[in-house]
């Protein structure tokens, strides 16, 4: 036992009666502004994490405010304020990569950004070339276009494979891969993968088309919307 046992103990109990109240209160403000979101990724989580970060501080800041202030300093008072001083760099690094994780979840930001790789089947004479297309990722957070192959790959049964990849900037489930083919229908793929999608290293199963924008006034068949399909994994 020594003097900081009892002050941290302290400084916890203290810090944890507030807790529930302070979570009640901007729970309560958030109901009538709507500023803080009750969702894991929400407003509230980012201001409990700004907020339990500035109570450890404090704590540790009274902590060491009393052990250095309590008199003669021998060399193993040397060592304990060594380990106090590595604890308040550590206990500050941990603020500042907890507040990073909480702000970026708030804004949706994927700091990963993992990246899909995805193959479009189409129909042989539907593209002649490469530089003919377009590939692009819509969300409801922002627009990306995708890299694709120089050159087409193709089906056992004859048909055209576009291969390509994009990043997955921003955690969200709103994601649509949309194919621009010049002269012809705009085709869009929704992407069903989860805010965060872990790696695969598997393809998913083939998805037709789920919606198709004819050209002028062309018409849709079932015929063109069975020919497109489109099937991806998460690298």
Known sequence: MNITSPLLAGAARVAEVPGDSVTSLLRLIGAGTGCFDDSVDGGLGVAMSALSGVAAALAVAIVLSV????????????????LAAGLVV???????????HAALAYLGINPTKPAVEFEIRMPKAALTAIADTQVELLTDRN????????????????RSLLKGTV???????????????????????????PASPSHSQAFS??????????AKSDTVTSETHDAF???????
């Open 143 to 158: 627009q990306k276009l995708a890299k694709v192959q120089d050159a087409l790959a193709s089906t056992s049964d004859g």
């Open 229 to 235: 399909a489109i099937r991806y994994r998460v690298l």
């Open 205 to 214: 199963p083939w998805h037709l088309a789920d919606g198709i924008t004819p």
């Open 167 to 193: 990043t997955l900037d921003y955690r969200t489930t709103e994601r649509v891969v949309v194919l621009n083919l010049p002269g012809q229908a705009q085709t869009q793929f929704k992407l069903r993968l």
């Open 67 to 82: 052990y250095f202030r309590s008199g003669y300093r021998s060399p193993r008072d040397l060592v304990k304020h060594g």
């Open 90 to 100: 550590a206990l500050v690094a941990f603020v500042v990569y907890d507040m990073r």
